[in-house]
């Protein structure tokens, strides 16, 4: 294996560059000075500078050729999506986590170092920067899991996250050499030509190829029935850090899945709807079942989370342009609600305790009435109710099914939504309900609030006028290859 | 379409008159929900301001309909006061709303018992009484955006967003049993509603498979040939979603628990408004959009209204709340109207109209009297009342003009609906109408006895000091009466405005119905065999 050094157009990753050095400046700061507050500032201006630089590059050409990393529409939408997320959770764990405990020197510059995985991850057009940026993205992940170093489910959590992770780790590397294996390249575009001439999707190494990958692919983003970290992760993580892993991880890793059947293996795909459409049915609905019987918030949200994978799977099932479009959607859409539902549930926090349980939320309505509204709107946005972005985001996928004629799968999902109605919205119910022991209100920095507010005008205003949003991701489609 | 011969022209020669001028339509809309906004945000001191207000825009928007009613054009049978934007270009979806005889009284009637209601529960909401009323003006809104919108996904969005303030109503000043009742509403009304959002979906392809043209508007899908073999599937997905909350009967179950845990006020809403949704939604959507499904069908339908129409009225004469009583009641009278619909003739489709504004009026001002009887016994048990004539003569007089009106005695509103299905259900078939005729007595008995034993059955030995109707009481319950006297003696105004509208939907369906016959004339000739035998036919 050959690998040359790629002449790579250093104005491209210009936007990674900067987040890289931020994100280093940002550990130096913490080391020398130890001040939280300029390592917060540095991080959020790295993130800050980085999305001004790929807003320049919207609607350019796309560069590929010969080079590693991808800088398209369709890349420069995700990247700026993941920036998005990294400042919202920056903003959202502002207060939080000096309250439960968490080294914030090491933490914001963590994040930095997990979304510039995502970035490069999104971007890449090789398996072997595919490994190394889900690696970069995993590890930065293990340790912000486990961040909040005196509570041990904080923890165990990383721990679980970390085992699981590195095993499936291991699948995602043999995976890749059995398409190196079978087509003698690593770089998505050779693979393509390798493939494209072979009759009935390749030969058989490059399915156990594809089934070993998406196993550690399946594994990142939660898919049944690799989803099995995904409750005790999400619940043990510091809880803006659950939204982070829940929204920006998994997106990456979709990203990546659409990016890889689109491109390298559009030819083996035709053999794999099968297989998408019973992980995508096992997702929804397992996830929903299971989250029905939560009575721990965080855990409800994380089943809950798993169904929402089922949803974008729709998608990859149906595997079109107006699939993509779906796809792209309600990716966007989940990461807003993602970020809104466990914002609000940080912001719901008394003091350095949580509120886990159901119970806690009885009638919370009357001390916290914004963070009630804004988690109100993002649970029926969750559910899928008209006049929320979530609709419009199922509305997509489920007509990307009818149009692709997997009805029998739109079927599925709504009935599916219909199951979620119980859990979404007997949390919302609660939160109103007159509360039988007194509950004292505490305050909630400003900062947080303005962020969880944002976000939830922001579901309403994308669930009444979707059509901006739309024209952007019809022009990142565009940019990937016609199917 | 233009291959299809103009289907539109049910809904062609859309008219404009003076006050057409203003987006009255929207306004109707957008005024409560203006009105609830207000409610919620600002930190109103004390219960008085939050309910007036709440007050003065129900009955603005009263005011508003009533001149919408003064500027309807009664001669024309297409829709009014159209109004039309872009909303999501991307799909075509378009917020679409106009007006014709059909929703006309549907809103009219929607804006009349919102302040009704509100009247009705001015005493009675102990607890954070600016939330009540602020959804009750949202789920007005919701309620008169269904009887508006001319959008398949407009109409979808209001069908669904619309549970949401009943849900809360329930949810949150409803009976000991309320987290069981909306559990139960949503996943009921939501599940069905959702399957007919994978029919939209599909019909919305196959429009744009034989078109082109991508789009909500049903005026235009009207005009879909659906293919033979998605025609069972997507009609049963309309039809469910319409029959859950009609509630027809096998789908009823939801409504008497709904209704018993329901707030007084909030219940006049359950039992009228929110069920002639359903009733309205097959005459404005499957008929028009499914006119074989509905009519090769509709010996079966019909079989379930007629099946639900005794249904509703045995289990009501065992029942012990009173509450639940009237939910069967309506269980009952909801399959007469479905019967009406789904006879396909003239009679059949006025009077289901008129019977649905007519129950919501004799149901609503009944419920608004168990709801003050309420207040004084704290009981919806009628073995706890007996003798209530004695005490409050004043209540007991309206009680049994209500309940006259539900029984349909002529002269009240009831029998003018009742009497004009009937008509349309001998016109099809005998036995249906013998057999609805029969449940007339089925219908006097119940509701009599309830009344009997309310009012003049074996007191229980504590003593009570009930106090009469107060004069907001009296006022509350006079004004629905009036119009109740007013439908009985006088249906004209309702009738010649409905006739157009009606006329032309028969028409629709019928012509539709031979279009199809031409185009496939070979095709199952059982279900040509039964088509015939239901043959439409107008006055």
Redesign the interface.
Known sequence: MDIAFPAVNLKGVLPQLVVTSFAVAGLLVDAFYRSTRMVFAISLLGLVLALLLFLSNWGKDGVYEGALLAVDNYTVFFNILFLLIAVATMLLSLHYIDLTGVDSGKYYPLILFATLGMMLLVSSMDLLLMFLSIELLSVSMYILVGSQRERWVSNEAAMKYLLMGAFASAFLLFGISLVFGATGSTSFIKIESALGGLAGGGPFLIHIGIAMMLVGLGFKIAMVPFHMWAPDVYDGAPTPITGFLSTGSKIAVFALILRLLMNPFSVPYSQWVVAFWVFAVLSMTLGNVAALLQRNVKRMLAYSSIAHAGYILIAVVAMDGRAMEAALLYMTVYAIMGLTAFGCIALLAKGEEERFSIEDYTGLAYNYPLQAVVLSVCL?SLAG???TAG??GK?YL??AA??SGF?GL??IG??N??IS??YY??LM?RM???PTVAVEGMGHPLVGKLAVALLGILILVLGI???PL??VI?EAVAALPAI | MSALGGPGELLKGATTMDISQWPILSMLIFLPVAGAGLLFLIPWRGDFLPKALALVVAGLNLLLSLALFRAFDPSSSGMQFVEKARW????GASYYLGIDGISLFMVLITTFMVPMALLSSWEQVE?RPK?FYGFMLLLEAGLIGIFLALDL?LF??FW??ML?PM??LI??WGGAER?YA??KL??YT??GS??M??AI??L??IHQGQTGEYTFDITRLYGTTIPPQALLPMGLAFFAAFAVKSPLFPFHTWLPDAHAEAPISGAVDITGLLIKTGAYAFLRFLLPLFPEFSISYAPMIVMLALIANIYGAVVATAQQDLKRLIAYSSVSHVGLVILGIFVFNLQGVEGAILMMVSIVLASGGLFMGVGMLYKRSRSKDISQMGGVWRDMPLLGGFFMFFTLASVGIPGLSNFVGEFLIFLGAFRANTFYGVLAAFVMVLTAVYLLWMFWRVMFGPSPAVARAWQDLSIGETVTLTIPAIVILLMGVYPKIFLDRIEPSAKGLLGHVEKKLVQREDLRAGYKSSTGEKVHGHRLSSR
């Open positions: 029926l109710i008209p006049l609709f419009i509305f489920f007509s009818v149009k009805i739109a079927v709504v009935l939504s219909a109605l119980y919205l007997g119910l109103y309900a007159m006028y979707p059509s739309l024209g019809k | 999501i270009p991307e799909i607890r939330m996904l979808y969005v669904e967003v949401l849900y809360f949810g949150l987290r909306t559990i949503i996943i939501m599940g959702l399957l959002l994978v979906l599909v919305y392809f």
